[in-house]
């Protein structure tokens, strides 16, 4: 029976602007690398793209990002891809991270679970809501 976790940890994250794929610089949607690593029980990096888009309206926005973790999770080493939907309505923020099913390999095959993200003064908190079997 697979067992649920709750893991909470730091993380570090660099983001890097990329140019708009090609042909589709119109659609003005900002592009950027993620390189991040994770510390804690989540012991791990990992890279990534996010697309995003920006309104008119100040504090109105929406990004998604796919992001590959690769490392140890509470001691099993493996990889799994985390998916990022995040909206902002008028400064109001929404955000779901989940695992991608079936993404986890090596150790963490069968891996379901959600990460919330915290930014308190600078500093990047993940919490981890997961199973194993």
């Known amino acids: ?35 991040k690593t994770f510390h804690g029980d989540l012991s791990a990096h990992s890279l990534g793209e996010m697309l995003a888009a ?8 929406g990004y998604v990002a796919l992001e590959r973790v690769t490392g140890t999770l509470m001691g099993r080493q493996g990889s799994f891809v985390l998916m990022h939907t995040g909206v902002m309505n008028h400064g109001t923020p929404q955000l779901t991270v989940q695992v991608v099913p079936d993404s ?21 908190v993940y919490t981890f809501d997961f199973t194993l079997p």
């Open 1 to 35: 029976m697979p067992q649920q976790h709750t893991i909470t940890g730091n993380f570090d994250v660099k983001l890097t602007p990329q140019a708009a794929a090609p042909a589709i610089e119109a659609a003005k949607l900002g592009r950027q690398t993620l390189d």
């Open 104 to 124: 986890g390999t090596d150790e963490l095959v069968g891996l379901v679970g959600q990460m919330g993200i915290q930014i308190d003064a600078g500093q990047h």
């Open 54 to 61: 920006m309104t008119e309206v100040k504090g109105s926005a």
